[in-house]
């Protein structure tokens, strides 16, 4: 099947629910048996049996289930925000004394995470290089037990190499673990990469219309028991609502992330002829430093790119982003509409330096039509030059 296919059939059984086309939303937290037997006998750690809500209902295995077959990994686990989906792996991989890589490039809140909750408990954090490649098998040591990856990252759009990062790291049998939110389930197939948990913002594209918050772990089967017992241990679970909604919209991702990457694709480069513009960060670009990577290694690109400004006052920057009416000003991205934020990397490295050379602007392109965004850009543009 391809995957367009797949996305409309995955997880659903009609026969089971009376007809109806999607898996109904099932409140609950108690599951109460015919007789004792039965009782006793439901537990184990099979977690794709209904036996308590924390473990989840039919609506939470469907979206699970969707999730985990369109990035053909062993199973899924979904957790209440994309933060959750990176703690909790983590979580299950170190101890005290471990010793854990990270690349320099992560999702901010990552790196608070591991700075404030790993290391006070005795994990050694070391932050390498994006670029690293093979190179990362001479900072594996006997006490590294996981390795984190996210590429590209969030706000620099580096890329990373990641089959040969996890060539280097499955030799020694430690776990990659790797933020996928930018190349989706649907245009990103991380298994194949050698990535064993992949972790989504699912509040992003899965969901894709900035009413949901949520998180999703995929593995392969050697890390599945890990991370699911893990989840379950810390208690985190979503509500059966919020799955419902996830997997209504993820079931248009495919026409979601087709369009927004045209679109981008075709703002990006008109952003890269404006003489205002130094340079645009998107690796779908030729000529993009992870170009190559890219297009070895995605499907396609998520509509998160971004761009710097030949040096110009602070001010300018921000009569820019005041004088867009599309863009809305905020966190997150891979929803149905387009955002601009100023993004300030520099400050969150620690192993290597991000100079971007002037004021940097993150765009998040939506299902607007493309020329009305441009048009929008434009005004943004106006505005900068009458305060140059
Ligand atoms: C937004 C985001 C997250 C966190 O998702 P939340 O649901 O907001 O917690 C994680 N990783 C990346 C790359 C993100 O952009």
Redesign the pocket.
Known sequence: MKKDTLLTHVARDPAKYQGMVNTPVYRTSTVIYPDLGSYEARGGDDYKKVRYGLYGTPTTFALEEAIAKMEGGHAAVVVP????A?AAPLAAFLKTGDHLLVVDSV?G??RTFCDRHLKPNGVEVEYYDPRIGAGIDKLLRTNTRAVFC?SPG?LTFEMQDIPAIAAAARARGVPVLA?T??GTPYFFRPFEHGIDVS?H????YINGHSDV???AIVTNERCWKTVRKTVAEYGYCVSPDDCYMALRGFRTIGVRMKHQMASALAIARWLQARPEVKRVIFPALEGDAGHALWKRDFEGAASLFSFIFNPVRPAAVTAFIDALELFGIGS??GGFESLAIVARAEGQRTATKWDPGGPMIRLHIGLEDPDDLIADLERGFAKLKSVV
Do not use: R, V
């Open positions: 925000s994309g933060l959750a990176i999702y809140p990552t996210e969030s933020d939110t930018w972790i913002a699912g509040t992003k918050l949520l998180g997150s991205w």
